[in-house]
């Protein structure tokens, strides 16, 4: 390719000082490119919607209509593994002329396009060379080429942000001009100037929503101005226009504008022509006026004209409204405090700010006038009411048991447990030998007439016979039967047997399952407020879902100390028995204390713990 005489230098100054628009600068610097590359053709290309290849500029551009070239076609399927290796790719380019293995004529050069620290799009060019020294010499061109996009793209941002800091320097001196005025009317005056100077407009108006109208207070370079006038009429009807609508509005609209202008267009048909746009003046979620900015028709506000008068406007908008309720005469501010607090009152705005309050004192009343049954909660223990506790009758072993708990038991017959009385027998055979021979001392002692011989024999045979009733009495003990009739709760000793119990060691406990009742601990903070003779229901933590009804029968007077805590012992009886109850089974009782309002119910641990750290 005969590309001519280049000047790289004039190339680059150009394009370094191009303030055109993106779209324009692409496609000179794909120009550059392909006159510094020596390449035919180039493109440049970004990941679009559903990752399918965007082309953004062509050099030279195609007719339009015409078909993709082949190489454009080669770098759109190459494009996503030269972003995801993010190195500078070059692929031949066979044409549908070309031989089958003819080596190609033209190469592609694909360069990623990074920024953000990303890669971005990839710019491909297309060169006739075969010779692999020409290609990496082209390739470094035109990857030192890249770098012009950077430094276009960093001055559009650094102009984006000059342009913002000019915008808000404009808002910040129009915020200085207000606060520099101590009443509505002044600040209102330097407010239209001020703008009408930063802006270039002829006209500026500022109006402030009275009831249902907007009401013209101020125009820029007009100090008086009469209501009358046709000119201030139908500036607030724009205004009136678009607060009613809260949007701003722009004359002359676009068709698809989402507003109506009409009074816009016949304030700048019949005092123009100009070019205006109304702006709502907000307060937090209040509007409180408005503010119309009218230009010639040949210099309609641009974009940024737009942002920077929203951003001034909501700037100001609590500065203009702070001034205009505060310079009034007593009564009207009286007046507008009172009108302001009927309408949050009653109202189209805060709802459920209003429906929680109304709700939250629909519960404050409920729980202050309505009463409900106050229960007191207490820990219980199912125990029986007649039972037995057999202990052991004597030192000894465990024999033979022959019961397991649960096993019904018959007073006076049925056999629970046996001790072991080979020892006994062996002691009562031992102390009956030594009885006869204590009675034959005294025998023989008698009849030599050896009075106190006979005395002191027959002492040591009677204390010798009292032992032998003794071990008597506690052989016959040695079944270990049940004087009275129920079921075995407490006694698994099969697994003891040959054990050592000493005398008064709890053997069995036996009790009568048809008779059971309640014992409950109540803690001490909550005694007082029970009595006997008080009914309630319990559940058991094997059958929470049922419930049985109670009264209360005793209530011990002193306490006792459970898990460092006093709690006070009822007795309570069931009046709902229940073959499900076993002695030992525990759960939660709960005691009907009467009738109070909820309110006292919920509130009167809090209330008991400050009345005793605070005392009254």
């Given amino acids: 390719m005969d590309a001519g005489p280049v000047n790289p230098a004039a190339i680059v100054d150009e394009l370094v000082a191009f303030q055109g628009p993106p779209e324009e600068f692409l496609r000179k610097l794909l120009s550059a490119q392909c006159q510094l590359g020596l390449a035919e053709a180039g493109a440049v290309m970004r990941t679009g919607e559903g990752g399918r290849p965007e082309v953004l500029a062509v050099h030279p551009a195609a007719a339009q209509g015409a078909t993709a070239p082949v190489w454009l076609a080669q770098a759109a399927e190459a494009m996503a593994s030269v972003i995801e290796s993010a190195q500078t790719a070059i692929l031949p380019v066979h044409s549908t002329e070309e031989l089958y293995g003819q080596n190609a004529r033209q190469h592609l050069v694909i360069l990623p396009l990074r920024g953000g620290g990303q890669v971005r799009g990839i710019s491909a060019f297309v060169l006739s060379h075969n010779d692999t020294a020409v290609l990496d010499q082209c390739r470094e061109r035109l990857e030192l080429t890249v770098t012009l996009l950077s430094l276009y793209e960093m001055r559009l941002s650094l102009q984006r942000r000059q342009g913002d800091l000019d915008v808000f320097a404009s808002a910040m001196s129009v915020c200085a001009a207000i606060n520099e005025q101590l009443r509505f009317k002044a600040a209102a005056i330097a407010f239209c100037n001020e703008i009408a100077n930063r802006w270039n407009a002829e006209r500026v108006s500022l109006g402030i929503q009275r009831g249902a109208y907007v009401k013209l207070q101020a125009m820029s370079q007009t100090e008086q101005f009469n209501r009358k006038m046709r000119l201030v009429q139908d500036i607030e009807s724009a205004m009136e226009e678009c607060m009613d609508q809260q949007v701003e509005i722009v004359h002359p609209a676009s068709p698809e504008a989402p507003y109506i202008a009409r009074a816009a267009a016949r304030l700048s048909d019949k005092h123009g022509p100009t070019s205006l746009c109304s702006l709502p003046l907000r307060r937090g979620d209040e509007t409180i006026g408005v503010l119309t900015v009218e230009r010639p028709a040949d210099r309609p506000l641009t974009l940024r004209d737009a942002e920077g008068l929203r951003l001034t406007c909501n700037l100001c908008a609590a500065l203009i409204g702070n001034l205009h309720d505060t310079d009034r005469w007593i009564g009207a501010k009286m007046a507008l405090s009172t009108r302001r607090a009927g309408a949050a009152l009653v109202g189209p705005t805060h709802t459920w700010a209003k429906l929680t309050a109304v709700a939250v004192s629909a519960v404050i009343i409920f729980l202050v006038f309505a009463k409900g049954t ?127 119990l000493s005398k008064g060691d709890v053997m069995f406990e036996v009790a009568q399952l048809d008779d059971l009742r309640a014992r409950l601990e109540v803690p001490e903070d909550r005694i007082a407020d029970i009595a006997e003779g008080m009914t309630g229901e319990l559940a058991t933590a094997a059958q929470p879902g049922v419930y049985l009804r109670f009264k209360v029968d005793r209530i011990e007077p002193m306490a006792k100390v459970k898990d460092q805590k006093n709690v006070f012992s009822v007795q309570v009886s069931l009046l709902d028995p229940s073959d499900k109850l076993k002695p030992g089974m525990a759960g939660v009782a709960k005691i009907d204390a009467g009738k109070r309002s909820y309110a006292w119910i919920w509130t009167r641990q809090a209330v008991d713990w400050l009345r005793m750290k605070l005392w009254f």
């Fill in 374 to 500: 106050y229960k007191v909660d207490a820990p219980f223990i199912v125990e029986a009411q007649h039972g037995r506790v057999i202990a052991a009758p004597f030192d000894g072993y465990i024999k033979e048991v022959n019961v397991d708990p649960g096993d019904p038991v018959l007073a006076g017959q049925t056999v629970l447990a046996q001790m072991e009385t080979a020892e006994l027998r062996l002691r009562l055979a031992s102390l009956n030998a030594e009885h006869k021979r204590f009675l034959k001392e005294a025998d023989l002692a008698r009849r030599e007439s050896k009075i106190v011989e006979v005395q002191i024999a027959q002492h040591q045979a009677d204390k010798v016979a009292a032992d032998i009733d003794e071990l008597g009495y506690w052989l016959s003990r040695a079944d270990i039967i049940s004087d009275v009739t129920g079921v075995v709760v407490e006694g698994d000793l099969k697994r003891n047997i040959g054990q050592v």
